[in-house]
């Protein structure tokens, strides 16, 4: 499985399109899964770590709101996203929507997944201030 890493600039253009950088784009292939994610980002998943989490989500328990909410959370917003030969996806518009993607986009490399940010609530939700505070808590993770 490809580990994710890094930051990474680019602008959306006005059909929707956006560059996926090089370095991600050979680990991601030339189909993968987007989908809403977690503190108002896109998530994007090569298509074997997709299956892993399609086959978690599925052996939720029905009889659980919770489940249910969570799985349809990741499972109503995902596409396939196709890159072209001049390497760029089109992000539906529900997805651009949801992530508030405009003009300017940041792709962040998180370990399995890659984040999909607007380029203001990038800077916004990730101050990193408090950092020391946070790796205090990670213990408690297994960290």
Known sequence: MPMFMGEYNHTIDAKGRLIVPSRLRDALGEE???????????????????????????????????????????LAGAAVAEVDKQGRILIPPVLRAFAALEKEAVFVGVARRVEIWSRERWEKANTFENMEEIAEHMEDLGL
């Open 32 to 74: 993968f899964v987007i989908t809403k994610g977690l503190d108002g980002c896109l998530f994007a998943y090569p298509r074997e770590e997709w299956a892993i989490l399609e086959e978690k989500l599925g052996s939720l328990p029905l009889t659980n709101s919770d489940a249910r909410r969570f799985s349809r959370f990741f």
